[in-house]
């Protein structure tokens, strides 16, 4: 079973737990026995393209949070290995501002949430309807991104049928482009395990203990992981591992939960083919 955990975030971003500190989080990835782990929060903007609020740390706020994650490294080094990164999105025109990140962590991942429109206008994944050329754009901007060796793993890489039920030829499309540039880059690509939690025992954010069969009836309202992208997914020679994106407290004490639940939404079959990174 997987021992670790790269995505991981803080109050900083806005809309995770506010009350939770950072060690809170360590605390409960030690309790449930992983061995590394690493915060990537939503990366601060040098230039602030993505406007909304409550999605990302400032960019002021940068050095604090990077200083403060290597403090708890030292802090908890006999106990857990921990490292500091952000969850950032390829943008183009934004490749040396990315890079200057990268050099500044020790953990990378690229969280593609949103795209530009012809007009250069931001156009979001589940908010808006995107047109079979924005559905390419996105593949490529993921393609972009990991022929510029800037993500160590790629979150979420089917984040794209958020809102969507129907997986046809384009979508299909897009997971072959996605699919044949992780195997040729060698970069793995992640089960990411927060849309089924917020759909199960996180429902209108609060914390539920329903038994996991009750969770179960519900995953009919989970857009990803997707079953179809998977199965895709294993015909390639590519590496894969699971995010737990935690957001929250009692997140992390789900895990093995969680990734019964994904076991479920993607079928046990398709995931005896995936090859799981083991560290």
Same mark, same amino acid.
């Given at each position: 079973?997987?021992?670790?955990? @790269? +995505?991981?975030?803080?109050?900083?971003?806005?809309?995770?737990?506010?009350?939770?500190?950072?060690? $809170?989080?360590?605390?409960? @990835?030690?309790?449930?026995?992983?061995?590394?782990?690493?915060?990537?929060?939503?990366?601060?903007?040098?230039?602030?393209?993505? #406007?909304?609020?409550?999605?990302?740390? !400032?960019?002021?706020?940068?050095?604090?949070?990077? %200083?403060?994650?290597?403090?708890?490294?030292?802090?908890?080094? !006999?106990?857990?290995?921990?490292?500091?990164?952000?969850?950032?999105?390829?943008?183009?025109?934004?490749? /040396?501002?990315?890079?200057? &990140?990268?050099?500044? %962590?020790?953990?990378?991942? &690229?969280?593609?949430?949103?795209?530009? !429109?012809?007009? @250069?206008?931001?156009?979001?994944?589940?908010?808006?309807?995107?047109?079979?050329?924005?559905?390419?754009?996105?593949?490529?901007?993921?393609?972009?991104?990991?022929? &510029?060796?800037?993500?160590?793993?790629?979150? +979420?890489?089917?984040?794209?049928?958020?809102?969507?039920?129907?997986?046809? /030829?384009?979508? %299909?499309?897009?997971?072959?482009?996605?699919?044949?540039?992780?195997?040729? @880059?060698?970069?793995?690509?992640?089960?990411?395990?927060?849309?089924?939690? +917020?759909?199960?025992? =996180?429902?209108?954010?609060?914390?539920?203990?329903?038994?996991?069969?009750?969770?179960?009836?519900?995953?009919?309202?989970?857009?990803?992981?997707?079953?179809? =992208?998977?199965?895709?997914?294993?015909?390639? $020679?590519?590496?894969?591992?699971?995010?737990? !994106?935690? +957001?929250?407290?009692?997140?992390?004490? &789900?895990?093995? /939960?969680?990734?019964?639940?994904?076991?479920?939404?993607?079928?046990?079959?398709?995931? #005896?083919?995936?090859? =799981?990174?083991?560290?």
């Amino acid at each position: 079973m997987q021992n670790f955990n @790269y +995505h991981s975030h803080t109050f900083r971003c806005g809309h995770a737990d506010l009350e939770a500190k950072d060690e $809170d989080y360590v605390k409960e @990835y030690i309790k449930m026995g992983f061995k590394k782990i690493a915060f990537t929060d939503h990366c601060p903007e040098k230039n602030v393209i993505d #406007k909304r609020p409550k999605i990302r740390m !400032d960019y002021s706020e940068k050095d604090e949070y990077i %200083s403060e994650i290597k403090s708890l490294k030292e802090k908890y080094a !006999d106990k857990i290995e921990i490292k500091v990164g952000f969850e950032i999105e390829y943008l183009p025109g934004e490749e /040396e501002n990315l890079k200057e &990140l990268k050099n500044e %962590s020790e953990k990378i991942i &690229l969280g593609q949430h949103f795209i530009y !429109d012809d007009e @250069y206008q931001l156009k979001y994944c589940g908010n808006s309807d995107f047109t079979d050329k924005e559905f390419i754009r996105y593949a490529n901007y993921i393609q972009n991104a990991m022929e &510029l060796n800037l993500p160590d793993i790629v979150a +979420h890489p089917d984040m794209y049928m958020f809102g969507r039920k129907d997986f046809g /030829e384009i979508e %299909s499309r897009v997971a072959n482009i996605i699919c044949a540039s992780a195997e040729k @880059y060698k970069i793995p690509l992640e089960i990411n395990l927060n849309n089924i939690f +917020h759909n199960t025992y =996180f429902e209108n954010r609060k914390l539920n203990n329903e038994d996991i069969e009750k969770q179960k009836a519900k995953l009919n309202n989970v857009f990803y992981p997707c079953e179809n =992208f998977w199965e895709i997914a294993s015909k390639y $020679d590519i590496k894969v591992v699971y995010g737990i !994106d935690t +957001h929250f407290r009692g997140q992390i004490l &789900l895990w093995n /939960e969680l990734i019964e639940l994904a076991s479920e939404v993607i079928g046990k079959d398709i995931i #005896k083919k995936l090859n =799981f990174v083991e560290e």
